[in-house]
């Protein structure tokens, strides 16, 4: 009698581990009794019991995650109390990889639905409907600073961030790039563009050669002011620095990912008297660039910036689909903020993310 | 072909990369890390590059006697030395590789970082004057942080803590919330942009 309630307050249940690429088992289990100590036992339909790993009274669940999918495997659990040794029930599960990542459901979703607005504002702009894209300020200004360095008589330094091509931020940054190399051709004024990255450097002379071949001046395009500095952090920061000071630049641009350095670079930049035009999608670095630079791209501007200066209407359509996607966030919030109010976590339950 | 080809690439590549978060079975499952991998291994040849690059460019300064040559030859010997005290006697604790990086690379690095202690406070300098409505606002909110995080705010009034608190918890969380809505909705336009190859600037091309 005593033994059965203790099996009874044992409970032991294995099923296939969800989400997963197969070969994982999970096992679940809750003992109503303390216990001084506990083992996982498998076999497999021919075998015997072997033990598979230890347990301890805070434990409530255990991952097999070397299963081969498609086999049978029973399990029990064995633990140790003060009354005695108990065994658990022995149950069995099969392993097996799934094809959809069903945690990630409202993820995809939204994906689709961001994606659909998308796509259909660009088929819009591509059927010739006029689209309206608020004014930036910031990007309105990188002709002026370009302009402005010109007539100082002084170049124009371009800095791409800290991170690498895998990083969409520096390929946003090469593209704006691209614009302010061109008005540098026309203006036939000096750009400066260190890098901390051999293949952003790679990337930014090609940019930067197109966009001289562009403007007709290919003649005074010069490789060599698209150069590497170092992947180091702070040595990049220092070589930053220091090219400021003693060049000079009339006008700054931090289009990329920073870190800790936006500040270093930015306060330097400021200190030489230098127009500064930041852009990053870096929340932690943002009020460092807005205090210290004349204009910030905050974030979704950033990424804007080439579809906002080229004016092509594809790019424009997205940018709309991208206004769209946010005004369903917003009721999202406020739909979900008014129901949490009053206890209902229906929105809540939807939207996360396992 | 020649933008072709790339934009196929980044067309077929963007879009297994999305399917991929999706789908946790084999052969999507660790695509992203072997994607990475290779990423790794192209960026450590493009290294060479931008060895090549940086030698060129104080190769040519030392020779044209420019201003600042003494620097050039200051790296030049700092390059070759660190690479030769590394294959040559390895890399491990109580190398001269080992050495340099511990006595000269993190100290400098350290020092550049100490710097922004000092910017951070002509930065907020600057920031905090009261020149109009916002910047009031913001040198107010800034104060009652400050003050409410260190000691002595508490002992001022006790309830300076709670403030600061509350200013980190609601209005600078929901604004940081809110930009953090914004870059996430600017990274899917912008990918769907360069997967769909509607951007290609980065290629070159308009």
């Not at chain 1, 689209?131 to 360095?149: K, M, N, Q, S, T």
């Not at chain 2, 209005?171 to 930009?179: D, F, V, Y």
Request: net charge neutral.
């Amino acid at each position: 009698m005593i033994l059965l309630f203790l099996i009874a307050s044992l409970s032991i249940s294995a099923y296939d581990t969800p989400n997963d690429a197969g070969s994982s088992i999970t096992l679940k289990f809750s003992s109503s009794l303390p216990f001084i100590s506990g083992e996982v036992m498998r076999k497999n339909s021919d075998g015997e019991f072997e033990r598979m790993a230890s347990i301890c009274s805070s434990d409530s669940s255990w991952m097999d995650n070397f299963t081969v999918d498609g086999v049978e495997y029973f399990y029990k659990i064995v633990l140790t109390t003060e009354e005695g040794i108990i065994t658990s029930e022995t149950v069995s599960a099969v392993s097996s990889p799934q094809w959809f990542h069903k945690g990630r459901t409202i993820m995809l979703v939204m994906v689709i639905l961001v994606c659909g607005f998308i796509l259909f504002f660009i088929r819009e702009a591509r059927g010739g409907k006029e689209l309206y894209v608020r004014p930036i300020a910031g990007i309105e200004a990188l002709d002026e600073a370009v302009g402005r360095a010109t007539e100082l008589g002084r170049p124009i330094m371009f800095i791409t961030g800290i991170m690498d091509m895998d990083d969409l931020q520096t390929i946003a940054g090469i593209t704006i790039l691209r614009r302010v190399a061109k008005k540098a051709a026309e203006y036939e004024a000096q750009i400066l563009v260190p890098t901390s990255r051999s293949l952003v450097m790679t990337a930014a002379q090609e940019t930067v050669k197109e966009a001289y071949y562009d403007a007709g001046r290919p003649d005074i395009f010069n490789p060599d002011n698209i150069f590497y500095l170092t992947d180091d952090q702070f040595g990049f920061a220092a070589g930053c620095d220091g090219i400021m000071v003693r060049e000079k630049p009339g006008a700054i641009f931090f289009m990329g990912s920073f870190y800790a350095e936006s500040l270093i670079l930015a306060e330097t930049g400021h200190s030489t008297g230098a127009i500064q035009i930041a852009g990053t999608a870096m929340p932690s670095q943002l009020p460092f660039f807005v205090t210290a630079c004349d204009y910030t791209l905050i974030g979704e501007e950033f990424f804007a910036a080439s579809a906002y200066l080229s004016r092509d209407p594809l790019q424009l359509g997205s940018l709309k689909g991208q206004d769209w996607g946010k005004l369903i966030f917003f009721a999202l919030i406020v739909v979900g903020t008014v129901l949490m109010t009053f206890g209902i976590t229906v929105i809540r339950n939807i939207l996360m993310v396992r | 072909m020649k933008r072709q080809i790339p934009l196929l690439i980044t067309f077929i590549v963007g879009i297994v990369m999305v399917v991929q978060y999706f789908i946790p079975r084999q052969p999507f499952a660790g695509l992203f890390d072997t994607f990475n991998q290779w990423f790794l291994i192209i960026a450590v040849f493009a290294l060479i590059l931008g060895l090549m690059n940086l030698v060129r460019l104080h190769v040519q300064k030392l020779r044209r006697m420019k201003g600042g040559w003494g620097y050039s030859i200051v790296l030049l010997c700092g390059l070759v030395g660190t690479i030769f005290t590394g294959a040559l006697w390895g890399i491990g604790t109580g190398s001269p590789f080992n050495y340099i990086f511990v006595n000269i690379q993190q100290p400098m690095g350290a020092t550049m970082f100490a710097l922004l202690a000092f910017f951070i406070a002509s930065a907020s300098f600057r920031a905090f004057r009261a020149r109009n409505l916002d910047a009031t606002l913001l040198l107010v909110a800034a104060v009652l942080v400050m003050i409410g995080r260190v000691t002595i705010g508490a002992l001022i009034w006790n309830k300076l803590p709670h403030i600061a608190e509350w200013i980190m918890l609601y209005p600078n969380l929901a604004g940081q919330r809110a930009i953090m809505i914004g870059i996430a909705l600017g990274t899917v336009s912008y990918s769907l942009r360069v997967i769909l190859g509607i951007e290609r600037t980065y290629l070159g091309g308009e």
